[in-house]
């Protein structure tokens, strides 16, 4: 029943972890019917860019093997969400310290989307580095017109910086209670919460806590 609500034909069921290519996923999904979305991008930018020199070998192995996008992909993902997204749903966006600086408003060109926040998350564990050491990642918060808050936005305590150790079920894992705050600030019951390169699947698991329905998968991990 959830699964005709988004798909036409060939359906990837719903609240499962589907081992699947993103964008075969996002092109099956109807117009306009995901509240809000959730991309963490497999990127190569960091770690070509700024030459962290450890990529490759030890710690950094695990990272440099997961199939990476290249920005034209990262567009192709963009302008599926685009699509799929309800009229004043929400994107939230994972940028390593190399897209906040350098920009990724680009990739955003001729969509409805409108940068409308972001936070900042301190891992509260340091990482490596040639020069500073890692300690925070980015999310970047995304409205698809019309914007506005009222209505939309509904939790008002959540700081623009946030402290959260992750239970990692990946080597990107991301933090369990800020997605949880920010699913629950941005959709109701019920609504599907979408992430097409899911990882260790900390959006399924935030889903399950708040009674909304996920639709999603990962490339290299989940059930075929
Ligand atoms: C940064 S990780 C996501 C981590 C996730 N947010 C979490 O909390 O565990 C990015 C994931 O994208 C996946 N990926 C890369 N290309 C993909 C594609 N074309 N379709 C789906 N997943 C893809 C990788 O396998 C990797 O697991």
Excluded at 150 to 171: A, F, M, R, S, Y
Aim: hydrophobic share 35%.
């Amino acid at each position: 029943m959830t699964d005709t609500i988004l798909f036409d034909d060939k359906l990837y069921p719903v609240n499962k972890k589907n081992k699947v290519d993103g964008i075969n996923l996002l092109n099956n999904i109807k117009d306009e019917t995901i509240a809000t979305a959730f991309f963490d991008p497999q990127y190569r930018g960091l770690l070509d860019k700024m030459k962290y020199g450890n990529e490759g070998e030890n710690r950094g192995k695990a990272r440099s093997e997961l199939p990476q996008m290249s920005d034209d992909v990262i567009k192709e993902f963009i302008i599926e969400f685009n699509r799929i997204i309800k009229k004043s749903g929400h994107l939230f966006l994972w940028v390593d310290k190399y897209h906040l600086c350098t920009g990724i408003l680009d990739w955003f060109y001729n969509t409805d989307f409108k940068l409308v926040d972001m936070i900042v998350w301190d891992k509260d564990k340091i990482g490596m580095g040639y020069r500073s050491r890692r300690k925070s990642e980015y999310l970047i918060v995304f409205q698809k017109e019309p914007i506005r808050a009222k209505g939309c936005w509904t939790l008002h305590n959540i700081p623009d910086v946030w402290t959260e150790k992750t239970i990692k079920t990946h080597p990107h894992s991301k933090p369990i209670d800020l997605q949880k705050q920010l699913i629950l600030a941005t959709t109701n019951e019920n609504d599907f919460v979408c992430d097409p390169a899911s990882g260790g699947y900390s959006v399924f698991e935030c889903c399950k806590l708040t009674g909304r329905n996920f639709i999603g998968g990962d490339v290299e991990y989940g059930e075929d």
